[in-house]
């Protein structure tokens, strides 16, 4: 029992404490900012919480197996590195095989930019950086990849939204993108408890 409520509670703290908008800048590339449909930010945050999921078990074994060692920064990010690429090559062998062509051509579409994002590894640096067990790590994987994925379907719908307001011409766009985010990064901020600045 107090291993489900420790999955747990780490899942929650990074779905709920960790700012996702603009903390970790959702792996910020032309992928994640300009998804054109709610069934694909589900696809890719999907795919990024299933690489996350299944990663952090490898990424729970290299923090164990390092523990101690002097060289424990050098070595880390490369053993990082050979667990989410040996998850990425063994899940499209397996994908390939388990889902029919159409299906698997829009999963191997977003499966390198889910694998390969920022978000997946600061989940990770943060769950080293907070001597989490496997237990904790597993569940801090999920909530970060449920996590993004709402932020994904924020931006989607927040960029659905803006485009219909009256938007000045000079904010029209990105801009006015990135101050919708950064005011609710900065709700969230307050939400978790944060005073901010005066």
Do not use: D, W
Request: with cysteine; charged share 10%.
């Amino acid at each position: 029992m107090e291993l489900i409520a420790t999955f747990f509670g780490a899942a929650l703290t990074a779905l709920a404490l960790e700012n996702a908008v603009i903390a970790r800048a959702l792996g910020l590339g032309r992928e994640s900012m300009f998804i054109r449909s709610p069934g694909r930010c589900v696809l890719f945050g999907g795919m990024l919480t299933y690489m996350a999921l299944l990663s952090s078990c490898l990424v729970a074994l290299v923090n164990f197996l390092l523990a101690g060692s002097p060289h424990i920064l050098i070595i880390r990010p490369l053993g990082y590195l050979a667990g989410v690429i040996i998850i990425y090559l063994m899940s499209g062998k397996i994908f390939r095989h388990t889902f029919s062509e159409p299906v698997f051509a829009k999963i191997k579409e977003v499966m390198p930019t889910a694998t390969l994002n920022s978000a997946l590894f600061g989940a990770f640096y943060i769950s080293a950086s907070q001597n989490f067990g496997t237990v904790q790590t597993l569940g801090y994987a999920l909530g970060a990849g449920v996590g993004y994925t709402l932020a994904l379907l924020i931006i989607y719908y927040a960029r659905k939204r803006l485009a219909i307001s009256p938007v000045p011409r000079s904010f029209k766009g990105m801009p006015i993108l990135l101050i919708y985010l950064g005011l609710i990064s900065l709700a969230l901020y307050g939400l978790i408890g944060h005073a901010l600045p005066t």
